[in-house]
């Protein structure tokens, strides 16, 4: 009877489950899903047009002063190495959301960063109505499902363009080129008055509410603002079209998202 009980106490010891795997700390890919910002265009004056090496998303130029979340992650996960896409296109509003938001779910990527919504005012043509901007990014989230899990997704608000005004029209030179360049004309082009551009506050605002409400819905990060409300430097603006991010306004948002992601607390 003893050996008999001790063999079947050997067969369940055998049977037993072995331990659960601990939960997936970093992802193995990325990929950044955005506008001509995160395509990194205008960066400097020997780099016009777009730069995804530079970009505060995926950027991996070595010596170019922006730690991108890449890099970031690179530092803690070696296993990330070669793995990040940049689908970003310049122009793109939030009703791109869902083709890129496809082609970062064909990537298998397991962090995708989502910053859209520039366009949506500074675009040609009208404003995009709030539902609108509402229902594209819903859009993009369903599709978004279709990431490998586990996975991570970090929504950034809409950047506060406004700002760009208030801190510069009075400068001649800067004035110039956006009057050149026709650069955000909804808020930077002379032919706007100050109700206009009240206006396009206004929308942004409502934009960045929107993705409060909706990541919080799909179970996204959003970085509360921390673009739009960040101080603009002079040194964080490009100096081909004094627009979009420069080298270190890159940077400058690498550095605020980052804090406000998944994995700023996060060991190592």
Known sequence: MRATLLALLV????????AAAPPKQYPDSMA???DSITAGVNV??????????????VGDAPDDGVTSHYERLLALHPAIQGHAADLAVSGARMRDFA?????AV???????????????????????????????????????????TPSWVLVVG???VTAMWDRYHSDRQVHDVWQALRV?????????NDTGRDLVRQRIDAYNQVLRE???????????????????????????????PSLAGQEAIAEATWAAGPFARAPG
């Open 184 to 192: 955000c004309p909804s808020v930077l082009s002379d032919a706007v």
């Open 11 to 18: 067969l369940l010891a055998g049977c037993a489950s072995p």
């Open 106 to 148: 064909d990537a298998k990527a397991e962090y995708v960063t989502v910053m859209l919504g520039a366009n949506d005012v500074c675009g040609r043509g009208n404003l995009t109505p709030v539902e609108t901007f509402r229902d594209e990014f819903r859009a993009g989230a369903a599709v978004l499902k279709g990431l490998p």
């Open 44 to 57: 400097a004056r020997d780099k016009v047009g777009e730069n995804p090496g530079d970009s505060w998303s």
């Open 158 to 160: 809409v950047p506060n």
């Open 32 to 34: 950044a899903i955005g």
């Open 214 to 244: 909706e990541s919080a819905a799909a179970g996204f990060w959003f970085d509360n603002a921390s673009v739009h409300d960040g101080r603009i430097q002079d040194v964080d603006v490009g100096p081909v079209d004094d627009f979009h």
């Open 99 to 103: 083709r890129q938001a496809q082609q």
